[in-house]
Every structure is written in structure tokens, then in C-alpha cells.
DNA sequence: TTGTAAGCGTTATCAT
DNA sequence: ATGATAACGCTTACAA
């Protein structure tokens, strides 16, 4: 399509100095007499010269690329958390290649294996079911951040809310209003956050002497129509609740719209609490009380330390916490 | 980290081939003999051999890369065409670099240089407002499809749904449900799905012999928040009116917010329309009534058609159409 | 069918 | 401060 690529070879020759000066011009790695770093900048000017970022990351070893291994593209809480991600990204000179890990070990495997290939540099991990073993192996080979996920060991290395502790404090707060037949709309089995979500909620009920009415838990997938579902297990198993809480927020809709379809209301009847706080729960009617994840937040955090980690410099991670966002969906009760 | 990396050359010992067999094994280029294609396959399984990406890029002048230029990672419908962008390439060998533009020319012409610097094959921009002229440009240096935007002269490349027509159809379903005094949000400013949305209800109500009134249109950004504040503007200029176009899903969410906040019922009272379809619209109070577009239909066959045209083979672009789904949000009205 | 050898476009290691 | 020159790991003529 073009005449032919400009090289750091034609370069050379028209600003008359030897290709290494006109590298050492790019890289600014080693100083250049001024005179002649202009005339090199003017050829690649005139030239339009742009490296090639292969043949750099070739010899050089830094292949100046990331590779960010999400589960699932569209999904709100990922799709920010990898927003983020590209975002403290700018300015570094680092690109991320996105990969999806369709929530499936083989296939996460697979398509980290490619990005080996690619010779990343570094590895975002956001979620995923990759076993303990695989993450070790994986972790001595290149440098690794994981977001929304943990492992014992690791702790200095992955960037997490504690879903445990938020699932307690969002079902203690429904606890707080009044309400003891509280629901749950359980996340994706196998997904770590969703377990810890779970276990939070069961662990509020306990410690308030509530007992757990395994009749109450339904086992959603994060998707709204598992909350459709859910509310209809429940009142068909017959046991009363005056309270649900979905272990996300598209769920929480999809409880809430199945209320509004057999005339409970909301939060009248029955109060409902999402997780996630996704842009649009502030928006709905009634307004969606959630556990707010700052995810792009997340992200943003996960680069910069994966930055730190491959230039050697010690790192830190901020410790992130959910926090409760109290809107119209809920309401004491008794 | 590793002991050392293992190159061709080791398999070619182990195997005791030529570096040139081993190439041979790995591209299946040429046949080679059973026994030796064994003996390699062997040597690469036992010495745990992954091909260099950067290396193979170099010298082929193919680096099995597409970039992806989106423009708002965390946007519903983007993420979708995305997705889709990302799953048709599943077990092609390529990988995506997924960029963000933030619509702001500049940056995406920057990051577009850092695209091209990496040496991808071709590029799928999605939106964007880069000028007509840099696309131009552009599409001389490297294999180009654009979705969600179009261009004169280039319709073979474009992929979107007809903007104009879709906005129009919907609009004249409100006008066939009885209503004339239709307000619009519109979408952010040099948008050109927005422009088109806009033309189309424009054109709508012109063909019905309806007046355009300018207090009943609102300058939105495709956020939930333009919607709500769209009611006020609406409210506060006076004009009346029984049905609300918003250009998107989540301006739609947010008028029908404000409409709860002041007790103005919906649909009954107003009718209110989306576009775009996004997955928690059919699960809103009252579900919403919006122009469905397949977006991840449409990213698929975007790097479908991407792939073909970089292997210079032709290749097809299916029509892609806007489809009215009619839910609870909209009603007859007079 | 296979091997030899010349690159691909840089950076990095020496000297100078 | 600068210039040769040897890699980097692979593909691809060209020979054989």
C-alpha cells in the first residue's frame, strides 16, 4: 500500500549519523550532542518516521504491552474495572491487549498462553476460575495483578473490596430496618465474590440470631432475569420475606421488576439492595440502594501497580472498600 | 525469571532438524516428512516451546494484531460491538488491542499512531470522530472497518444500522399511538448516530405535518443524568407534551426517573421511548420501548469482514436493521 | 523434502 | 559522545 517503511536506517543516513545515535535519540538513553539530536529529530520529521514497536520489543525484551484477562466483555463491573485499567495506562507508553476468559478455566488458559506468546509484560487478571495452582505457576513467569479475586499468599498483589464484609454490612442494614425474612439472590456458583457475598449475608443473619431459611437463597448468574427467577422460587416455596438481596445489581432489576409484576411493591412490601452501584441504579424507580464497588478505581490502581511491579520499584495498594449507597428501594419494615 | 527462553534453534537440536523444519512444523507452510513432523512436534511438547510472537511479527510483516479504537469503554452499546469485535476472532490467531478515543479527534489520532506502531494488520474503529480526511488517509495505510459510523464513498466498510430510519420508525410509532407533542433527548453533540436520531424524528413528525417545537428537544450526552434534566428543561419552558424520544436507552432511564419525581405518570401519562436495547431495559418499571440494534452481531461481522479483507478475500457485510421493541413504556394516548 | 543463510528493524555491547 | 556490529527469534527465498 505504501512506497516502503521508513527505518531508523534512513534516518541514519540522512541525518548522517549511525543508526545506534538515532536509537539513542528515541530512547533518550544516553545523552546526544544537541546538534546532531536535532538534525536526527528534523529526518524523522520529514520522514514521518515511527519505530516498530516489534522489532523493539524483540531485541529489547520490553514489549511495552499488557495483557488483561477479563471474563466477561459487556459486563458493567468488568467493563469498568478494565476501563480503568486502560486508563492508568495513558502516558506510560503501554498498551493492554484484552483478552476474554468467558468464566472458563480451559479457555483463560488458553488465551494467557497467547498472550505469553505476545511476550506481554505484565498480566491483569480480573476474575476468573484459573485454579490456585495455575495462578502459582503463572505468577514466578511474568508479573501478575489480580482484581476481583484473591489468593492466600498473594494478598500484596491483588486489589479487592472485601465482598464478605460488604454482603455482612448490607444485609446488617436491612437487618437495622426491621427485617428478618431477608432473601437472597445468589451471584454465579464458582465466582470467589459471589461465594464471599454469600457467605457475608449468611454470617449478618447469624450474628443477629437470625436463622438462614435455605428457601430464601436462589441460585442466580448475575444476569437480570435470574432475580425474575428468584422471586419466583420464593414465594412459590411459600416462606414470607419482606427483603432480598441480589448479589449484584442487574439482578436486584430483575427482583424488582418481578415484584412489580405480581403487584408487590417496592419498598413498601419488600425492600431490595443490589451490589455494585452500575450507573444506572441511581436512575431507577425506585432508586436501587446498593453497595457501591469503585471499579474503575480499581482498575486504574491495578495498572499502576503492575507498572511499579515490572520496573522493579515497590508498589502499594490502596485498600478499596464498598460502601453503602442507601436510595428508595428500601425502607424499615415491622 | 526462567531459566531461558526456548527458541527454534533448541527444537531444531533436539529434533535434530533444520531451524527451517521447525518453522515448517509450527506454519504448516510446506509438507514435511511424517516422521520428522513427529520428532519436532516431540522436541516442542517436551521443551515446553511457544513460538515468539514479536519474532514472527518482524519478519513476516504479519503481526496477527487488530486494533480496536472504541471511544468509551464502559458504554453499553460500545462494549457490546466490542465483544462482538473480540468473539469473531476467536481461533482466527489474532489478537485485539483495545484502545479508547475518549471522541476526542486528537487522542484518537494518537493512539491510533500507537496502533500502527505495533504493526496490526487492520483496524476496527467504532464511532470516533476522527475527520474524513485522516480516515482517508488512513484507510491507505492498513485494512479499515468502521462500525457504528459511515462515510461517503466507503459503504463497503461501514458497518451500522440506518440511524435516520430507525429514529423515524420510532417516532412515527408514537405519532401512530396518537401522539403529537413528542419531546427529544438528544444524544451528545458531533455524535453521528446522534445527528441521524435526530433527523430521523425530525423527519418524522415533518412527514405527519407535526410542528417541530425547539423547547420540547433537549441537548443530551447519552448519559442517564441529560435525561433527567431534559424533563426540567421540557417542564420549565411550558410546551406540553404526551411521549418523550430519547436517543438512548440510558437518557430514556433517566427521563422516566424525572417523570417519577414529579409524579407524572408512565406511560399514561407520558410515553417514553429509548434506542439501543441495552440488557436491563426489559426489566425497567414499566419496561421500556426502544429501537433494538445488534451490537454484537455487528462487531462480529465486523472483524469477520476485517479478517477477509486483510486476507484479501472478499468479503460481505450483511445489513444490519434497527427493530422496534414495543414494551410497557410507551401507550395510546388522545 | 530439507538445509543454508539472509534478513525483519531495532537495541545493546563494545570499542574508539 | 559516537560508530560498528552482534544479537533478538523467527520466516523465507534459494539451493540442494
Redesign the pocket.
Same mark, same amino acid.
Request: glycine share 0%.
Given at each position: 500500500m505504501q512506497n516502503r517503511?521508513v @527505518? =531508523? #536506517?534512513d534516518i541514519a543516513e540522512r541525518a /548522517? %549519523?549511525? $543508526?545506534? @545515535?538515532v /536509537? *539513542?535519540v =528515541? &530512547?533518550k /538513553? %544516553?545523552? %546526544? !550532542?544537541e546538534? !546532531?539530536r536535532k538534525v536526527v529529530i528534523e529526518a524523522m520529521d520529514e520522514l514521518g518516521? *515511527? $519505530? &516498530?514497536a516489534l522489532? *523493539?520489543g #524483540? %531485541?529489547?525484551g520490553r514489549s511495552m504491552t499488557l495483557g488483561v484477562l477479563t471474563q466477561d466483555i459487556g459486563s458493567p463491573l468488568y467493563d469498568n474495572i478494565a476501563k480503568g485499567i486502560i486508563r492508568g495506562l495513558e502516558g506510560s507508553g503501554y498498551s493492554a491487549i484484552l483478552v476474554d476468559g468467558l468464566w472458563r478455566e480451559n479457555r483463560e488458559l488458553e488465551v494467557i498462553n497467547t498472550l505469553l506468546d505476545r511476550q506481554i509484560d505484565g498480566l491483569v487478571l480480573i476474575g476468573g476460575v484459573i485454579s490456585e495452582g495455575e495462578l502459582t505457576k503463572l505468577r514466578k513467569r511474568i508479573p501478575l495483578i489480580l482484581v476481583g479475586r484473591e489468593m492466600q499468599g498473594w494478598e500484596d498483589y491483588c486489589i479487592n473490596i472485601d465482598n464478605f464484609s460488604a454482603a455482612y454490612e448490607a444485609t446488617k442494614f436491612l437487618i437495622e430496618q426491621g427485617h428478618r425474612r431477608i432473601a437472597h439472590v445468589k451471584g454465579s456458583p464458582n465466582h470467589q465474590d459471589a461465594e464471599q457475598r454469600f457467605k457475608g449475608y449468611a454470617k449478618a443473619l447469624e450474628d443477629s440470631g437470625i436463622e438462614l431459611i435455605p428457601n430464601l437463597i436462589f441460585q442466580g448468574d448475575f444476569f437480570p432475569q435470574s432475580g425474575v427467577l428468584a422471586i419466583s422460587s420464593f414465594l412459590e416455596r411459600g416462606d414470607g420475606f419482606s427483603a432480598v438481596f441480589a448479589a449484584n445489581d442487574m439482578m436486584a432489576m430483575g427482583v424488582r421488576r418481578a415484584l412489580y409484576q405480581r403487584s408487590i411493591r417496592c419498598p413498601e412490601d419488600v425492600s431490595v439492595i443490589g451490589f455494585d452501584d452500575q450507573i444506572e441504579t441511581a436512575f431507577l424507580v425506585p432508586s436501587l440502594t446498593t453497595m457501591r464497588q469503585p471499579s474503575v478505581e480499581m482498575g486504574m490502581a491495578a495498572s499502576a501497580a503492575l507498572l511499579d511491579v515490572i520496573a522493579g520499584k515497590p508498589h502499594d495498594l490502596p485498600i478499596f472498600k464498598a460502601s453503602l449507597q442507601v436510595r428508595e428501594s428500601t425502607c424499615r419494615t415491622g
Open positions: 517503511k @527505518t =531508523i #536506517l /548522517s %549519523v549511525s $543508526p545506534a @545515535t /536509537s *539513542r =528515541i &530512547n /538513553s %544516553v545523552v %546526544v !550532542k546538534s !546532531k518516521f *515511527r $519505530p &516498530n522489532a *523493539r #524483540l %531485541v529489547s
